[in-house]
Structures are given as C-alpha cells and as structure tokens.
C-alpha cells in the first residue's frame, strides 16, 4: 500500500530496496506516522486542485500528487536539473519560463504500477481481519495480542491507502520538462538551500531536510539541487474535515490497544505494562494533537483572529486577507530553522516515550504467544453467520 515519492536518477537498486523496507518498517511501528504524511500531502493535492482550477480546470488529483512526489524534472539551459511540486510548478507556468505540461490523469495514472481495482482488492484483502475478529469476538474466542496489533496496524493502512487512492505507485521516472531561461534568469541572484525555487515553495518541512541540519547533523544526500522529493516531507497541515477525521484515525489507532486491557497474559506484569503502554499511545496521541493544534493555529493565524473578533471585529476581515495572501507564498526559512521552535521540543520527548511504549506492545505480541489460552486456535465458525456456506 505504500506510495513512494520518484526516486532520485542516481538511486540504485539497493537503495531502492532499503528505502521501502524502511518505510514498511514504519508502517509497521508506527502506521499513523505514514497516515500523517499521507494526509499532508492529501492536503496539498487539494489545494492545488483549487489553485489551478481557473487556469488550468483539468488539473486533478493525480497531477497534484504526481507533481509534489517529484514527478516532472525541469531542466534549465545551462544544465542544471531538480524535481518541482505543484506549488513551484505552476510558478513556472504562470511566470512562462515552461509551457503547462500535456500529459492527462489517464496518463499519469498509466505509470502507476497499481491501478484502482488493484489497490481495491489489496485493501479488501487486507481489512478482511477485521472481519476475522469481529467474528472471534463474537463467538468469544481469544484475540491474540498480535492479532490486536495487526488490527490497529490495518486499519491505520486502510485509511492511508484512502488518502493515497489518487497517488501513482512505484513510478521509477519523471516526465522531463525544459526552459530556456538559465536559473539566474528566473530567479536572479536570491540564495537557496535545496532548489532554486526555494523562494517559491520549500520541499518541506520534513524529517530530513529540517531536523538534522537543526541538529547539527549533514543532510543526506548533500547534492544540490535535490533531485528527489523526500518521503517524509509534510507539505501541509490537513484542514477541516480533514484534520478531524486524521485526528479520529490517529486515535482510534491507539484506542484499539487499550481493548486488550483483560486480555490473559503469561504474568500480571505483563498485563500491567500492556495497560500502561496503551494508555501512553493514547494519551500521548491526545497531547500531540493538542499541541500540534496550538501551533497549526498559530500558523494559520487563527489565535489572532479570535482575539480580534472579542476585541475589535472591524480588523477580522483584514486580518483574514492578510492571511490568505501570506498562505499563497512561502516564507524565507533556513534548513536549521523549524517551523516552530517550541513545537520541536514539546513534541520530540513524547515521540521518546510513545517510541518505547509501542516498541514493548510490538514485543508482548509475540512474547504472548508462549502461554494463550486454547480458543486462540479455534477457527470461526461462519456457519453461525451465513448459514448458508
């Protein structure tokens, strides 16, 4: 279910390899991180759906996410080349430096390596343990801890592969796009970390183009300009509906642990750190969100404008211009700079101990099964069910 960004030229087979496991690895301990960033980038998709739509009506999902996971490569006249997303891309356009690109969803989504039905049947598949312990539990057979675990873990991925539903899969090359313009043409002499149109959009934040540098540490690869879009870029804060429902997955993800809570365990120890594990998830998950919407507020502006409708309303819509155009650009950050300092520090010893806290429920799910109860090799009985099979 996992939709990579375009790898760089110069990645190797290997490479490849490592970075899908790494991901798997993810999606395995951590599924609501990958959720997070799927819907970040859900999030952007859509907007520049929106932002195209005038212009360029048959702009679509799928030429949003194909942009933003780097898949047109410009290349300048003096040689120089580097992926540009959406944002940056119909910079290029509106500015007449590269004519909007010819190519149709039918054809973006032709370099998917699944297509619809695929992710469909894989997502069916998938979610059918859900179904599987649904019917355990209502025949009161025992659900294993690891069962519980892949439950949380599916339903998490099913949610992510909703989000993904318009991304292309495994696309291994670019569509290749030229100006004529040389780089000190378009942008003159404005300095830049990552491409040349840092101005326009940052290929970030994220993971590794924000928190190493701000750590001190080399940002790998250290080839300028990049020439892929990192996976773990996280290009918007979902909004809306959208944060609602990724904050309800987010949750339910970590409440699913709790239900192991009787569950019978070799030791009480180990039913007492099962509790308290799960309770960190999910407490941890709440205080995440708490402060993450605290500085998605103050991104957004949003603090300031309730405090001028309690004091001055006649300053509100001003105030809301401000922020609209101010959202449409960019501002100038440095890799060393976070986007929020403080939300950093709050954040990052929370992810410590959440980390801890999953890798021991991960851990209880196979130290578990050298002592389960017999009804945990009972198969369903459908019958009960669908008599008629």
Known sequence: MLCLNVPAPSDTYLRLVGRRVLWMLLGIIG????????A???????????????????WHMRHAFFAD????????????SWPVNATQLRWLVRHEYVEYPKISKREVWDRSKQDTFTKVITAFQVGYLIIQCAARAAQKLTITTLELNALAIVVCSLMTSFVWLHKPADVNSPVH?????????????????????????????????????????P???????????????????PYGVQEYLLCFATLLFTAIHIAGWNFDFPTATERLLWRISSLLLFGITVAFWVFETMASWTRLGRWKTIYLYLTNKEKVEMHKRKITHRQ?????????ELPLPWEFAMIT?????????????????FAELRNVSGTAYVNVEWTDFLPHV
Do not use: C
Not at 42 to 48: E, F, H
């Open 31 to 38: 599924p609501e991180f990958v959720l997070i960033y799927a």
């Open 40 to 58: 970040g980038q859900w999030s952007r998709a859509k907007w520049s759906v929106k932002e195209f739509k005038d212009e360029h009506p048959d």
């Open 69 to 80: 996971m780097g898949g047109f490569m410009l290349h300048t006249q003096e040689g120089q």
């Open 177 to 217: 796009i030229n100006t004529t313009k040389t780089v000190e043409e378009m942008i003159g002499n404005l300095d830049w970390e990552l491409t040349p149109l840092d101005h326009v959009d940052l290929n970030g934040p994220g993971f590794s183009v924000n928190v190493p540098p701000f750590m001190g540490m």
């Open 219 to 237: 940002v790998i690869p250290a080839t300028r300009p990049i020439q892929r879009i990192p996976n773990d870029r996280f290009p918007m804060d």
């Open 328 to 336: 449409t650009l960019q501002p100038k950050r440095r890799m060393t």
């Open 349 to 365: 010893p929370l992810a410590i101990i959440y980390g801890v806290a999953r890798l021991y429920l991960i851990g209880e799910a």
